[in-house]
């Protein structure tokens, strides 16, 4: 056994380590989307022949590899800005709830969360008057009132008093299905 290999995969594992950070959990909607600049592994073979043409003997070879991907595709910088662009827009939406709350700056669980919401007022869209509907209702209604004739899909009622149909009292009592004949 070749003791001077092992003792040389022990020491690249205890520097490896040195490099190695803690595995924290992410929320999905915060997460970096898979974006990898690149990255770096590294790998040990060994190949083992049953003989040499010159000897005659078993062969070992073994291989120590350190291999470094780049990934194709938009450069790492700008990855790493629209992660960074999503993020903040995120917080942007949140941080409105973040401040009216007042109770979250007193838990230690969301100081970090707190911290990065300080400063950070929401803002709304004022735009739309108190008293209206959605866009399409406001449209709709005018165009009923420009155009009374047509009868137009989505309304509650779709000229009523030439409908065959009629909606029964509240009190009515619906008849039971027939049993089926086995």
């Keep these: 056994m070749n003791y001077y290999f092992t ?30 600049c690149g990255e770096m592994e590294i790998s040990t073979e060994r190949r083992d022949t049953d003989y040499n043409y010159s000897d005659s003997n078993t062969h070992e070879d073994q291989y120590l ?49 707190v911290s990065k919401c300080r400063g950070v007022s929401p803002s709304r869209d004022n735009t739309r008057p108190a008293d209206s509907q959605s866009l399409w209702d406001d449209m709709k209604d005018d165009y009923k009132k420009e155009n009374p004739e047509v009868n137009l899909m989505g309304d509650k ?12 009292p509240k009190d009515y009592i619906l008849p039971l299905p027939k049993p089926k004949d086995e």
Excluded: W
């Excluded at 020491?11 to 915060?30: C, G, K, Q, S």
């Design 157 to 168: 009622f779709i000229n009523p008093g030439k409908s065959k149909l009629k909606m029964p």
């Design 7 to 36: 003792g040389l995969i022990i020491l690249a594992l205890t520097i490896l380590a040195l490099f190695v950070e803690p595995a924290y959990p992410r929320n999905e909607y915060l997460n970096e989307y898979g974006v990898r």
């Design 65 to 113: 590899r350190f291999t470094y991907r780049k990934y194709l595709g938009t450069d790492c910088k700008t990855s790493k800005e629209n992660v960074a662009i999503k993020q903040q827009l995120e917080l942007m939406k949140m941080c409105g709830r973040v401040n009216s709350n007042p109770s979250l700056a007193l838990n230690e669980n969301f100081a970090l969360l």
